[in-house]
């Protein structure tokens, strides 16, 4: 089929997940077109064909995009079932849209989390070509030592993979921050471990120049459009961020 818009495309434009993630959904079998199974992420889809997700059709039309910033507690996961905890979707039930998490937290850690349907903005977040930076605020079981924190500074390989020299600050104490420009599955328990430091509590507490702030755990605020434009364009995230801020 040489017309038509590409499946993977149209899955992301629907608001399903990011492109990246759509062809993921699509190769396990889970899309189908008109009946069939389709695999192929890039194969063209005619205006009439139905489209159907774990054989629930596809919206007729692109939703209304909306973005939220949400503060994840503890003992929540970022899938959409839960497998046997609460998901992180549950707060957002009450929109009639297909929402998903941008990018994970694992059940220990808490703090921003973006929750959308904007599938352009959830491909620029979860891309690592885009390089939006990530902060967390980690307490850990000890005071490090400067042989530690050099060891965190360090090039460090993570399940066979070198990741980049990660910006760690001490802010008090056992308290460190740590800046991320890249996201291994994780990454920052790992890197303490490799260190002999135990991690007691991890909160992400910035995602490029959005702050969590002062928002209460289980709570959220849905993003300006200002905001989402500046995450859109990353290159000019800075300003525009801080022009958002100033209006809100």
């Known amino acids: 089929m040489s017309e038509g818009e590409r499946l993977q495309n149209l899955l992301a434009r629907r608001g399903i997940a990011s492109r990246r993630c759509a ?32 054989g629930h059709p596809l919206p007729a039309q692109a939703e209304p995009t909306r973005t939220f910033l949400y503060h994840k507690p ?15 979707l549950e707060t957002f039930r009450r929109f009639p849209i297909r929402l998903v998490p941008v990018g994970r937290l694992d059940k220990e850690s808490e703090g921003l989390l973006l929750i959308s349907n904007d599938g352009d903005l959830i491909q620029r977040l979860t891309h ?5 930076t990530k902060t967390y605020e980690v307490d850990v079981d000890q005071s490090p030592t400067p042989e530690q924190l050099n060891k965190l500074r360090s090039p460090l390989r993570i399940e066979g993979y070198r990741i980049r020299p990660v910006p760690v600050d001490v802010l008090s104490g056992s ?18 471990e490799q260190a002999s430091l135990r991690v007691v509590r991890l909160r992400r507490v910035a995602l490029s120049f959005l702050r969590l702030g002062d ?12 905001e989402v434009a500046a995450l859109k364009a990353p290159q000019k995230g800075n300003q525009v961020g801080r022009q958002a801020r100033a209006k809100r």
């Open 128 to 132: 690592p070509r885009f390089s939006h």
């Open 74 to 88: 503890v003992g929540e996961v970022c899938s959409t079932d839960g497998q046997g905890a609460r998901s992180v």
């Open 23 to 54: 062809a993921d959904l699509i190769r396990a079998g889970r899309v189908k077109v008109d009946g069939q199974i389709a695999r192929e992420p890039g194969m063209r889809i005619a205006e009439s064909a139905v489209i159907t997700l774990d």
């Open 215 to 226: 928002l209460p755990p289980g709570r959220f605020r849905e993003l300006s459009s200002e």
């Open 175 to 192: 308290r460190l921050r740590f800046v991320l420009s890249e996201g291994r599955h994780r990454q920052i328990r790992q890197m303490c």
